[in-house]
């Protein structure tokens, strides 16, 4: 039996079917990467945008209990708040790197964190200010609390973090956590008996100690919003590709026709 040599042809686009098919599957992968980041960045231009509107409102009435299960971080978080109770004593650290501080103290250090007893029967976890590293232990630094005074307390919402698999344990001997915690944070402090809020708030910069210290005030108000970048990137990878593979298939057509 006689065997027809396959054409020429035939063999060249044989040749070219496989890489084009895997092209053809990089490149829709590429291009949809693209598209995400672009969808993001939609979505991270409008939240930055209601947030910096959402941070220069009056304060409202903090979330009550009833109102958390149905709570949209994305629509509360950096919202103005005002609680009114007494600081509970005790305090956690919260580690941050601070930088572009409003006053004179950042770098290294901590967020303290107070429980605060509402005078509706719950408990939030109040950010009270910024403390160098080296401040840390409340004997170096000059008293100035207000615990046990009926207060009302004015700052930002902030939901809870979720820490992931790069998140330091915390440390209870020392009191130092490396995710916003407020729950956990409450119990690691003893309070109990009743509900603590799955928010902490952020203390205004007029509630800074005559001290100074902690340093209220001082929420990092800055997102992060590098997609456009990234999306440039994706596609740019796109067209890379199209370029390569269009180079490849040049060569092999030119072979074939030799």
Known sequence: MTTVPETRPRATLRRLAVPAAAALVALAVLLRLGF??????????????????????PPVAAPEPSDWPS????????????????????????YIALGNARGPYQGPGYFVYSPFMTDAGWAVMVNRGFVPDALRDPSTRAAGGTEGETQTVTGLLRVGERPNVFTPAPDPAKGIWFAREPEKMAAALGVAGMP???????????????????????????????????????????????????????????????
């Open 71 to 94: 709570l949209e971080p994305d629509a509360v978080d950096y919202r103005r708040v005002a609680v009114t109770g007494r600081f509970a004593p005790g305090e956690l650290y919260y």
């Open 196 to 258: 603590v809020a799955p928010f902490s708030i952020d203390a205004d910069a007029a509630f800074t100690p005559p001290s100074g210290l902690p340093q209220a005030g001082e929420t990092v108000v800055r997102f992060k919003n590098d997609h456009l970048g990234y999306a440039l990137t994706w596609f740019g990878l796109a067209l890379t590709l199209v370029g390569v593979f269009a180079a490849y298939a040049r060569s092999v057509l030119k072979a074939a026709g030799k």
């Open 36 to 57: 995400w980041q672009l969808d993001r960045l939609a979505w991270k231009t409008d939240l930055i945008a209601r947030v910096e509107e959402r941070v220069a409102l």
